[in-house]
């Protein structure tokens, strides 16, 4: 499938903003199971400088500065990628022999899922998971199949509910009051795996959404969306991490669907914020985000002016213009 994306971020500061410097997080992974055809990413004001490297987890993440005293930050990603038929992978290894596998071992091999299995900032530890989780993980129970089961759960078990959680928001307290975003699901689901000494990490990205019978979609109405991974390591190479979509409730390889596009990996939320920067002033800001994700027909139009459906919000919490804040922005 062939998919575009725009992703419009609008940041209003007052008082201005002296000088800034972000980090982007808004360029869809190009790999095997999923091809970028085109990207391109417009900031304004200009910045001094702007500059795409790999992270640590094989993301591409675009850094820039500004240098000059803004009251608006404007900052547009077009890309446009081909996504892959989605199956959901055969396994039958038992979810005891994994947490095994990941035990601390003397002079065991290097797996770089190892990473994945301990604690992050945004997914820790706690007793609380291991509970929820232990009625999915029977002795003896197939790994894939009990973290399928796990994810059946949390859909069932919890309400999807906008702006009932913050960006910043516990795993723990989201379990606790049984509702949230993506985000939240996306995170539980990586706590309680983990806490059963399983691999897991975050995805984040987009989900192509169709407009309600007999209405027209809306550009900008579409919004990003996280899921997680769990890794199965007797999977063939590169097909190891299958994707789970509590939210949705949809799972496979490469992807839960072939209408989702990854943006980045990471061990949770705070690894791949879409955009997150430090400023110099601008004390109180509001957010507007427009995002969609639309199939392409051929042949392939220029790409039109983003008319985006957004909403306000207040940001963080005020500071003096000579102070510096930062922070991340969905």
């Known amino acids: 499938m062939k998919l575009q994306i725009t992703h419009e971020t609008v940041y209003d500061y007052l008082p201005a903003v002296e000088t800034a410097q972000h980090m982007a997080y808004l360029t869809p992974l190009d790999k095997a199971s999923q091809t970028l055809l085109s990207h391109s990413l417009q900031v304004s004001p200009e910045p001094a400088q702007i500059n795409t490297t790999q992270d640590v987890f094989g993301n591409s993440r675009s850094f820039f500065s500004l240098q ?16 892959q038929a989605v199956h959901l992978p055969h396994s039958e290894l038992s979810w005891e022999s994994v947490r095994e596998r990941f035990r601390y071992q003397a002079h065991a091999g290097f797996d770089a899922a190892n990473e994945f299995v301990f604690a992050s900032p945004m997914v820790p530890r706690h007793a609380e998971f291991s509970a929820y989780a232990r009625p999915s993980f029977s002795a003896g129970a197939g790994l894939l199949a009990a973290a399928i089961h796990l994810m059946h759960r949390i859909y069932r078990d919890f309400t999807y509910e906008s702006q009932s959680t913050q960006v910043n928001t516990p795993a723990l307290e989201a379990l606790a009051q049984r509702k949230g975003v993506c985000q939240d699901f996306a ?43 769990v890794y199965v390591p007797d999977l063939p190479e590169g097909e190891r991490w299958v994707d789970l979509d509590p939210t949705n409730d949809r799972a496979g390889w490469p992807s839960p669907g072939e209408d989702y596009v990854t943006l980045a990996v990471g061990r949770d939320f705070s690894d791949v914020s879409p955009i997150r920067g430090v400023i110099h002033g601008g004390a109180s800001h509001t957010l507007r985000v427009g995002v969609t994700v639309e199939p392409v027909t051929e042949p392939v139009l220029a790409a039109r002016p983003s008319q985006t459906q957004s909403q306000s919000q207040g940001f963080g919490q005020s500071q003096s213009q000579s102070q510096n804040s930062s922070y991340d922005k969905p």
């Open 187 to 229: 995170h539980i689901l990586i706590a309680c795996l983990r806490s059963m000494g399983l691999p897991a990490r975050y995805v984040s990205g987009y989900l192509l959404t169709e407009a309600a019978p007999g209405t027209v979609k809306l550009k900008g109405s579409d919004a990003s969306h996280a899921w997680a991974a």
């Open 68 to 83: 000059v005293t803004h009251t608006q930050l404007q900052v547009l990603a077009r890309s446009q990628v081909v996504t």
